[in-house]
């Protein structure tokens, strides 16, 4: 039996959702939804559930990751109780909910305490780099007020934390997605064609592109290049594509090599994609183009930002590097791209960011009970 919480209304709001209890079940939102089906149904059932507190409901469902957050059924809303932006703080509230430490509750509520982590983080990541460089000026003279060894084993001890926190996520998540079936075992499709589903998804976004296609939609006649489905394909392959190319120049060589070696190349239009994404979902928001880019909390402008700031210094240094530069002022930009790109990934676990597992994760769960169907 579903237990009932009703203080979780005031609790799902500290993490983004507005009025949602003005909701009077008239489905409108339901039906306008083009990523709903019959055993996929959303966003009213979840304001539902929200109204009664079944939290466990909620966390234990792959729906609330299925949403875009197009602001279709916001826009729709005649009671204006922001059905989207309230599976947008589902999301926030279940990746608190699946780690481990309670950081990401803090950092989600507490707009004041997300910043001083970041800014502890980039402190301690600066640190952490010198300690890399034991013979530069400033790391002498850091390790006489902090020692090598402490620096060193703090900066490891953070990297862990974040690979055991998202772990623990993963398999938390995994857990509970078993439980709750819509279909029987015999129905199911295969492990292999489900992966298969979620890596075509990822390829090309075909079900976010079935988003915002009404006659009267603000993106119904704009080139797909600025639509919100390339933005966010953008910002997430061009994202991967850096790390990757930075994790080949980790392994295989020395980072000063040619910029037409492969992993460089990979580098530099991974690094344009991810500005270009990152340029229009920032500009997007700041003019508040639809309801759905109307309202950004702190965390995800902060995040954008570093994204943003990552791909500019990264390109940088790639221009620098090609005309042999060697300048004071770059290695002050190497140092911000690095800590803001180790930030990133830290913070991984513990932001929106962690929606780049969850949501494949519950992709692969939605196709392997689609009995066939994408």
Sequence with gaps: MARIDPEFKSEIKKYGAKDFTACFNCGNCTAICSLTEKQVN???????QG??????????????WLCYACGDCSE????????????????????AGYEPTGLTK???KNNPLFILVTIFLSIILGFFLFTLKPDHVVSRWLFDLLPYAVIHTMGLVIFSLTGISITWGVVKMSMRLSEISTVTAEKRSGTWDAIQKVILELATMNRYKTCDQEEDSYWKEKSATVQPWFVHWSIMWGFLGLLLATVLDFILKDPSTSIWWPSRVLGTISGLFLIYGTSFAI????KKVTKA?????????????????????????????AFGANYLFNHVIFLVH?????????LFSFSKFAHAVYRPLALFFYF???????
């Design 42 to 48: 959303f966003p009213r059932i979840f304001i539902r």
């Design 51 to 64: 109204i009664l507190g079944q939290k466990e409901e909620i966390l234990k469902s792959k729906e609330i």
């Design 76 to 95: 729709s809303c005649p009671r204006q109780a922001g059905p989207g932006g309230y599976m947008a703080a589902l999301r926030r509230y279940a990746i």
């Design 106 to 108: 803090l950092i989600f």
């Design 283 to 286: 500009r997007y928001r700041m």
């Design 293 to 321: 880019y109307s309202e950004t909390r702190l965390a995800d402008w902060i995040f954008l930002w570093f994204l943003w700031i990552a791909g500019i210094t990264g390109f940088w240094l790639e221009v620098s590097v």
């Design 338 to 346: 690095t800590i803001i790109s180790m930030e990133l990934v830290l």
């Design 368 to 374: 392997r009970e689609s009995t066939g169907k994408n």
